[in-house]
T-cell receptor, first 111, second 113 residues
């Protein structure tokens, strides 16, 4: 089983739609989680951290479900500019807390 | 000013060449990373340095050789690469710790011909 798993998509949604991505992680001892955004041919950039049970920033809401070992990202009122790949990241527990990336979920928002 | 700077941004090299990628961070972080991202593939961790010591070498071929002379600089020395090594090479830095996020440079797009 991969350490961090995501559905690669693509998710193809119209402007204004609400879309949600899930990410599962294998190590139950993991404590810190992040969502990054990566535009085509660019570097990943931090979108939001996932604290305790959840975090909200404008149209974006991230939630953590420790019992089921998954985190989710909800995007409300999608904009064309939200089109990107969304990467789930878990800092691997034990020692160096190395950021471990999922393969990313591709989102395409169309007019 | 970009917190993590990578040079060069683009590199084309022959299979017999030797080149080096450079990464510099201005964030005061003590951990630095090299990742490889091939087309339509996820980020692959290559090397991790924490407090200037290599703590992770993720089964990377010896034709890739990292160097971390201090906590602000990280190099990736390349020699006798193969065409399949063509990819985006990303450097990142963070503070070692459970709840800290990584910051990325803009990457070096490498093409091996």
């Amino acid at each position: 089983r991969k350490e961090v798993e995501q559905d690669p998509g693509p998710f193809n949604v119209p402007e204004g739609a609400t879309v949600a991505f899930n990410c599962t992680y294998s190590n139950s001892a993991s404590q810190s989680f992040f969502w990054y955004r990566q535009d085509c041919r660019k570097e990943p950039k931090l979108l939001m951290s996932v604290y305790s049970s959840g975090n909200e920033d404008g149209r974006f809401t991230a939630q953590l479900n420790r019992a089921s070992q998954y985190i989710s990202l909800l995007i409300r009122d999608s904009k064309l500019s939200d089109s990107a790949t969304y990467l789930c990241v878990v800092n691997a527990p034990g020692g160096s807390y190395i950021p471990t990336f999922g393969r990313g979920t591709s989102l395409i928002v169309h007019p | 000013e970009t917190g993590v700077t990578q040079t060069p941004r683009h590199l084309v090299m022959g299979m017999t060449n030797k080149k080096s990628l450079k990464c510099e961070q201005h964030l005061g972080h003590n951990a630095m990373y090299w990742y490889k991202q091939s087309a339509k593939k996820p980020l692959e961790l290559m090397f991790v340095y924490s407090l200037e010591e290599r703590v992770e070498n993720n089964s990377v071929p010896s034709r890739f050789s990292p160097e971390c002379p201090n906590s602000s600089h990280l190099f990736l020395h390349l020699h006798t690469l193969q065409p399949e090594d063509s990819a985006l090479y990303l450097c990142a830095s963070s503070q070692p710790g459970q709840f800290t996020e990584a910051f990325f440079g803009q990457g070096t797009r490498l093409t091996v011909v």
